[in-house]
């Protein structure tokens, strides 16, 4: 075939309009006269994509069948004759640009949920974003398309974070779907941007019930009831796909009902494409089509396992079992057109990345890395998500009354557990220690120790058991003040084969701390100093003796890079605590189901069947705030009030909240519903609206919280979502309407009824 024309070059360069604040199309830049590149519908970014699956076509017409073959794995080869350069799918973003050198480091997924707060998470997805072609730009003008340096983005994760065993668990947004689905869509928006081109692609992972066990998860079979399917599991994914327009769906290692996911008929064709209308591309998590013939046993070659794979429309394969795609033709398992319709809808993405054009975002520079807006931002991201558990006056801390403090524990010091996985690299990291330090610079003397290892039962591999415990016994005694730095790190809870926990494969098997650790705790805690207990993990532990005995208890997380310092200052008064916790803490592992089982039944806070040790949606602040009024349609909405409703429609609620306290706060308004006579409702109400505001210290605020009709439905045994009930309990607080909350905060919601007529 011949080279491609100047003609078809030209036709490529096209740059179509965008509209304009009135919602009219503006003056188009080239390009036929009714050429739209993008549209909003119901807020959603559509863009052009017919025009780019046009040009697609074009270019993959002028191809071989094998070059076209040869895009479909994820390193994508150069087709020079065709002016076609090389492309490497695999890139990560989860909570900063990814193993592509330095980046702005953010909280991971799970510390940033916590901070309820979809416009916070819309702008780390405009960080992530910009700071992907920063580094774009600047390694393919070396040429240098290694992997993770393209700019779709693996991320983010929606799976729901249904059991605190599994390793992974700190990718997500938590176990609710509609918080996930609220702040993932945020993400993906931030991300892709709203511009004539899409400033990178997002990609809606692991489609579609995957949460553990990592160790069999390449041939496991989730099996969940279409309930749990279309009650917990598919929300997410919906939402990113019809609302956020998300580029790219992965698939997971699994099989879910039986069928391994990224070759899944009733996942990919019948639901994702077919009822959803999905148009981007879908990719392979990594190797696992490989798991088709070698583990989940659907197949019995890599040609079949291929083919299989293709025809249910998986276009990208991360793994190399797409090289047997060429056999899978000469066998007739596989036709030209599902190879081309595959190539299209991969260079339809390239197009609409404006990879072939000069764009507006071939200006972002180099200097927008690491920026000092995008520290500031990280920094917030730290901050809201924070989640103070405790605290019977000893926080904040006050510099001028301390001569010591004691800084003790294996995460105290710890790079590692600052950044979770899928991480970057930092210019700077700022641990715990150091952060304590310079907050509080030569006037309060700081002392430091170790305590134990992470896990092992010693530090040194010649000293005797636990030969740091005495060290940290002896720097609580002589301190005024300590602060007790546990939990984990990716070395013990993450991705199979991306850990060095092997005995666990990434899994928790149970919900305490390592045993070296719980034994620091308890000699700490003997000596009788106060004591604050900082939690840095990804995920929900047991802390009942934390609870029980020490003075405070934050969960920090993985806060990023620089996140001890926002940590010491949260410490130190200079910033308020204001995270809710996007999990539920269990008391201990006999409160849960076996983690295989994927029944929703004593999962979560909408069907846990004990008391929690700390509910979803609870958190406390150094502020006193409350839900002062509640107003819905125009009338107050007091305890016991009924509102009338002539049918399941969308309504606002305006909630003002007064600061009863003597500092500033951020706060988490929330709201749930629940139907009180339909026998298919969850058993607890469920989050349906929530909305962070700043309360300043003896001063009110308001906020307005949208509540989408979909909060009257439930889902049946069918898998149908309907309005089954005509009374609804509408809770308003900054908690859940339970009774764990209202121990712990001492706070009610204001409850009230709507009727539907």
């Not at 991300?191 to 992972?205: F, I, N, P, R, T």
Request: net charge negative; charged share 25%.
């Amino acid at each position: 075939m011949p080279a491609v024309s100047e003609e078809l070059l030209h036709l490529f360069g096209l740059c179509p309009g965008i509209l304009g604040e009135t919602g009219e199309n503006t003056e188009l830049r080239g390009g036929p006269a009714d050429a739209e590149l993008i549209i909003r519908d119901g807020g959603k970014i559509v863009r052009d994509r017919e025009s780019a699956r046009k040009r697609a076509q074009e270019l993959v017409s002028q191809m071989t069948l094998e070059e076209k073959a040869s895009q479909l794995k994820y390193d994508s080869p150069a087709i020079p004759r065709l002016h076609v350069p090389a492309y490497n799918w695999w890139n990560e973003g989860l909570h900063g640009v990814a193993r592509a050198g330095v980046a702005t480091s953010f909280p991971q997924a799970i510390g940033m949920a916590a901070a309820f707060d979809t416009e916070l998470m819309e702008q780390v997805g405009q960080v992530v974003g910009v700071e992907g072609r920063a580094k774009y730009n600047a390694y393919s003008a070396q040429e240098d398309r290694d992997i993770y340096k393209g700019l779709t983005f693996w991320s983010p994760n929606v799976n729901i974070f249904r059991d605190p065993r599994w390793g992974r668990g700190h990718e997500t947004y938590g176990e609710d779907p509609f918080l996930t689905g609220e702040l993932g869509k945020a993400f993906v928006e931030g991300l892709q941007g709203d511009g004539e081109v899409m400033q990178a692609a997002a990609c809606a992972k692991h489609f579609a019930v995957h949460s553990g066990p990592e160790a069999v998860r390449h041939q496991f079979d989730a099996k969940a009831s279409v309930k749990d399917m279309r009650e917990t599991y598919l929300p997410a994914f919906e939402k990113l796909v019809k609302e956020a327009g998300v580029e790219a769906v992965m698939g997971a290692y699994n099989r879910t009902n039986g069928e391994p996911c990224c070759g899944s008929k009733t996942l990919m064709q019948d639901i994702l494409r077919g009822e959803w209308g999905f148009e981007g591309h879908y990719v392979s998590d990594c190797w696992a089509i490989r798991d088709f013939h070698e583990h989940h046993m659907v197949t019995d070659t890599a040609e079949e396992s291929a083919a299989m794979a293709l025809k249910a429309g998986c276009d990208v394969n991360c793994g190399i079992t797409y090289l047997h795609l060429m056999k899978a033709y000469q066998d007739g398992l596989v036709t030209e057109e599902e190879i081309t319709q595959a190539a299209e809808r991969l260079f339809t993405t390239r197009f609409l990345l404006g990879l072939f054009d000069e764009t507006e975002y071939d200006k972002i520079g180099y200097d927008r890395i690491e920026c000092r807006e995008h520290l500031a931002l990280a920094d917030r991201a730290t901050a809201e998500g924070v989640v103070l558990l405790k605290n019977n006056g000893v926080l904040p801390l006050k510099k001028e009354q301390l001569q010591s403090i004691g800084v003790v524990g294996p995460n105290a010091n710890s790079r590692a557990v600052l950044v979770g996985n899928y991480h970057g690299t930092s210019s700077r990291y700022i641990t715990v220690l150091e952060g304590i330090q310079d907050a509080v610079g030569d006037a309060v003397r700081v002392y430091y120790s170790e305590g134990c290892h992470l896990f092992k039962d010693r530090v040194e591999g010649l000293g005797w058991k636990q030969d740091r415990i005495r060290e940290a016994v002896s720097v609580a005694e002589n301190s005024d003040v300590v602060v007790l730095c546990v939990g984990l790190d990716e070395t013990l809870e993450g991705e199979e084969g991306d850990t060095g926990n092997s005995y666990a494969s990434g899994d928790k098997t149970d919900l305490l701390l390592p045993q070296s650790q719980r034994e620091l705790v308890e000699a700490v805690l003997k000596v009788g100093k106060p004591t604050i207990v900082l939690n840095m993990t990804g995920s929900a532990m047991d802390l009942g003796m934390e609870q029980e005995q020490a003075d405070a208890v934050m969960q920090v997380w993985y806060p990023g890079a620089r996140g001890g310092r926002v940590v010491a200052q949260i410490l130190f008064g200079e910033i308020s605590p204001s995270g809710k916790l996007p999990v539920t803490f269990y008391k201990n592992t006999e409160d849960l189901p076996a983690f295989e089982d994927y029944s929703m039944k004593g999962r979560t806070y909408r069907y846990i069947e004990s008391e929690p040790l700390y509910p979803f949606g609870y958190g406390l602040t150094y502020g006193d705030v409350e839900v002062a009024a509640v107003s819905c349609l125009g009338s107050p909405a007091v305890n016991g009030s009924e509102i009338t409703l002539d049918g399941p429609e969308a309504f606002k609620l305006h909630v003002k909240l007064a600061n009863r306290g003597q500092v500033d706060t951020g706060e988490v308004v929330q709201v749930y519903i629940r139907a009180e006579d339909a026998p298919d409702a969850t058993p607890a109400a469920k989050l349906c609206g929530f909305a962070r505001t700043q309360v300043k210290a003896g001063g009110e605020a308001s906020v307005t919280i949208p509540v989408d009709a979909e909060a009257f439905t439930v889902v049946n045994q069918e898998g149908e979502r309907l309005v089954e009930g005509k009374t609804f309990t509408v809770s308003v607080g900054l908690g859940q309407p339970d009774a764990r909350t209202r121990a712990l905060t001492g706070k009610e919601c204001i409850t009230f009824i709507v009727k539907l007529t």
